[in-house]
Structure formats: C-alpha cells, structure tokens
C-alpha cells in the first residue's frame, strides 16, 4: 500500500536521511505544546539576535539539533507569549492544547485546501466548524465561507464581494466613485482595504460609547450614493462594545446596502447567552467575520469569513485561467470565496478542538471571560485611585488612574511587562490617555490582576 512504508535511509535522495531531524522538531513541538509560554519572552534588536544566532543560513548546512537550539533559545524567546494568562494587550491568544497539538498534525498532513478535488475531507471538517458558526449567527444553512488568514483579509473578501455584488446590480460605477460606511472606531483594517479596493471611506459619528447608531448611519447615508456597503462592528478592539446592529440593519435594507458585520474579536460571545442579546440584528447581515485565532481558542492564524450567499462571494473572487479550466466548480471551493488561491487547512485546529471539548465548553469558557471581565471592572469600581471609563459591553476593560500623565501611564505598563508580571498597555479614548484590558483566556485569575492593580497604582 503506497503511503504505509515510513521514509527510510534507503529511500534517500537529494534531502539524506531526515529521520533524526523530523524526530526531534516533533519532540520538540510535543514539549513546547504541554509547557505554560514565558511571560518574560520578549523582542529584541535584529543586532542582538545575529549576534546571539549567528548565522544560520549557510551552504553546507548545519546539523539540526544546532539549529533547532538556535531556534529554541534565541528566537522563541524573542517572541512575546501571546497566550499568558495575564497578557491583557492588544487582542492575546488563549489557544487550548488540544487545537495548539492538531495544529501540528494539520501540518504534517501538508493538506492543498483551496480546491474541494484536493481538499475536500479537511474542507468538509471546516465547514463543519463554520455551520456551527452559522447556527450561532440566526442564518439560513445554505450560508457559508471558509477561513482565511485574518480579519484583515477576512473584511477585504467580504468588501470585495459586496462591490462586486452592488456593480453587478446598478451596472455601473456611481458618480464620485465606490464608498463604504463605517465610525472611526471600526478595526483600522477597513480602512486599510478601502485603501486596497480603492474606495472612499464615510466616517459616521459615533455615539458616546462609541456605537455605530441607526440615525447617525442614515443622516450619514444622505447625499452619499456611492455607499455600496456599512461596516458595523461586533465589537470594537478598542472598547469592545457592538454597534447598534438590528437598527443599521433597517438602515442597509432601506438603502438597499450590504452589511457587513466585523465580529473579528467579538463574534465568539455569539456562543454566550449572557451576551447574545447584544447582538440582536446579526441574523439579518449579508457578510460576517471572527476570528478564531482570538478569542475562539484557536492558533494563528484563522479568520472564518461567512457570506448569507456564497454564490455572490463566487462571483466575486472565482479566478478563471487555462490551467485551472479543470477543476470542478460545481462543489465547495474555498479558493472562490475569497482572495487567496492555495491555503492550508487553517480552520482545522479550530475544528478539532470544538469536535474534542464540545460546544458547550465553548460556550462556558467565553462565559468565563466574560465573568472575569465584570469582576475585575468592580474591583475597578471599588478601587478608590483608579476610574471605569464606561461600562464593559464584552470583554474589554477601559480605565484611568487620575492624575498620572502619559508618561506614567506607559512607564507603569513598561516596567509590569519587564517584571513579566502582566501586560497592560495604554491607549486612547475621547482624546485621553487610558489604560485597557482584554480578557480572553479562561486561564486569567481575576484576583490576581485585581491584586497588581490595587498594588501598582495607589
Ligand atoms: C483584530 C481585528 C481585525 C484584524 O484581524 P487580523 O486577524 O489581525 O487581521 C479586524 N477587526 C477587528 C474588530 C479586530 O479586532
């Protein structure tokens, strides 16, 4: 049987015998995988890490249990630990081992998942996650997508599609050219493929927490024929709330505009019926994203892109050439909803890992965080030097220390992240400096950050 015979010294050809090599990365990948990550791990200047490497390229090549040192020694550790329970910056990771070791094994399979003839079994496991995904969202079943690298591309797919679709409808490019709608809090992804798709961007005025309103969005729509597609967010990065979206939904429809629904960080509180009423509205978008990378428990990197429908996304983004005439259009091609044509099987550790726990699971951990998120913000409350800047919608805390500058503020979150103690970073809100927490790892100990606060800013 071709396959069951391992690869053997006698079969060596150009590459030698790689026996031992493939041994000890795998060892290696076993180790790392089942050992907590270093808070202290951090980046360095390119000078310090040739000088510590040296280097590793060379044209006779090195033995691998060198290189593998190198690679466990010097350039790790150059690598922030995304998924520490008390990394808080930025959106961290928090992906289960379960995901972390399948994500391993979906590489050693080298699986081609951009076509169903070359895919199709890890496709089909995908689009098993992706139903769930579309059962959480309120959406018909004939819905679906695929996963791609990361929200950034995840929005350009989607507003590539939308164009697509709003050409293909008016039959020609309104005067003033192509616009999408959208507040300034939006990801600064949208407006960086607005820049790729070469479209205006109609910044609408939020409200005072920061949501995309039904009013604002129709006062903003008037005199703007070119809006082809609103952008609202499933939760912003910088403050976590949700855009008003059962409202803007009635705008999009009034408007005959496609919505499309940014749930990059946010959209995994779908699973949680403390938060699900928030996002009432969801089951009437066009077009949605989150990513699984964040705050679903899932390794780098992986977007679920999901269109209502999939045909328009094909009309959209299906490449067309000579020596791509013979594969089979008529099933589930991820390569056609999207802008990519190869791709990995990148929705599979994500896969594996809700097979193994359980949606349910799910569902509790992300109501975990959740949980965390009002504990520490009433210890926050409780706290006499610090402030709650507003109320936490999902899972991002957004607070002062009155009286420090902003030079205090970012000397604080130095010196916590140099201790290794826990990563907090500053950033703006209504033109202040403030300090902001994500929580989406189960493993974060409130008392433990409610303790660092209380100790490092009285
Ligand atoms: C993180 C994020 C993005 C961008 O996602 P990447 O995977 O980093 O490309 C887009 N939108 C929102 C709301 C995000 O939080």
């Not at 929705?347 to 799910?362: E, M």
């Not at 500053?426 to 303790?451: C, E, M, Q, S, Y």
């Amino acid at each position: 049987m071709p396959g069951t015979e391992p690869i053997g010294a006698e079969a060596a050809d150009v590459w030698g015998d790689e026996r031992e090599t493939t041994r000890a990365a795998v060892r290696l990948a076993a180790r790392r995988i089942r050992r907590p990550s270093d808070p202290k791990a951090t980046a360095r200047p390119a000078s310090e890490l040739r000088a510590a490497a040296g280097e590793t390229i060379t044209a006779g090549g090195r033995p691998a249990e060198q290189v593998l040192s190198i690679f466990e020694d010097v350039i790790a550790p150059a690598t922030r630990a995304q998924d520490d329970p008390l990394n808080l910056a930025y959106i961290p990771a928090a992906p289960t081992r379960t995901a972390l070791a399948f994500d391993a094994v979906v590489s050693s399979f080298n699986i081609f998942a951009g076509t169903w003839e070359a895919g199709a079994g890890a496709i089909f496991a995908e689009n098993q996650a992706l139903a769930w995904l579309v059962s959480l969202l309120g959406w018909p079943d004939t819905a679906g997508g695929c996963f791609v690298s990361g929200g950034t591309t995840g929005n350009l797919s989607a507003l590539a599609t939308a164009r697509h679709t709003a050409l293909r409808r008016r039959g020609h490019r309104p005067e003033g050219g192509w616009k999408i709608a959208c507040t300034t809090g939006a990801h600064s992804s949208i407006v960086s493929d607005a820049h790729v798709l070469d479209v205006g961007v109609v910044q609408v005025p939020e409200d005072d927490r920061g949501h995309l309103t039904g009013p604002a969005l129709r006062a903003a729509l008037a005199g703007e024929p070119g809006v082809f597609a609103v952008i609202a967010s499933a939760g912003t990065t910088n403050a976590g709330v949700i855009d008003d979206l059962s409202d803007i939904a009635d705008v999009c429809r009034d408007h005959d505009i496609w919505l499309h629904i940014d749930g990059a960080y946010g959209g995994a509180a779908l699973a949680a019926p403390t938060a699900r009423p928030r996002f009432t509205g969801i089951e009437r978008a066009d077009s949605f994203i989150v990513d699984p990378h964040k705050w679903l428990f899932a390794p780098y990197d992986s977007c679920a892109l999901l269109y209502r429908d999939p045909a328009q996304a094909r009309a959209a983004h299906s490449q067309h050439a000579s020596y791509l005439n013979h594969i089979n259009r008529e099933v589930w091609n991820p390569t056609d909803l999207a802008v990519h044509l190869s791709r990995r099987a990148r929705g599979l550790p994500f896969w594996f890992s809700l097979a193994v726990h359980g949606t349910d699971r799910y569902t509790a951990a992300i109501e975990q965080t959740l949980h965390t998120t009002r504990t520490v913000a009433d210890a926050i409350r409780d706290i006499p030097t610090l402030r709650l800047t507003a109320e936490p919608e999902l899972s991002v805390i957004l607070f002062e220390r009155p009286g420090w500058t902003d030079t205090d503020y970012h000397t604080w979150s130095d010196t916590l992240a140099h201790e290794g103690r826990m990563l907090c970073v500053p950033t703006t809100w209504r033109d202040r400096t403030v300090l902001r927490l994500v929580f989406i790892n189960p493993a974060t100990d409130p008392d433990k950050v409610i303790g660092i606060l209380r100790e490092t800013t009285a």
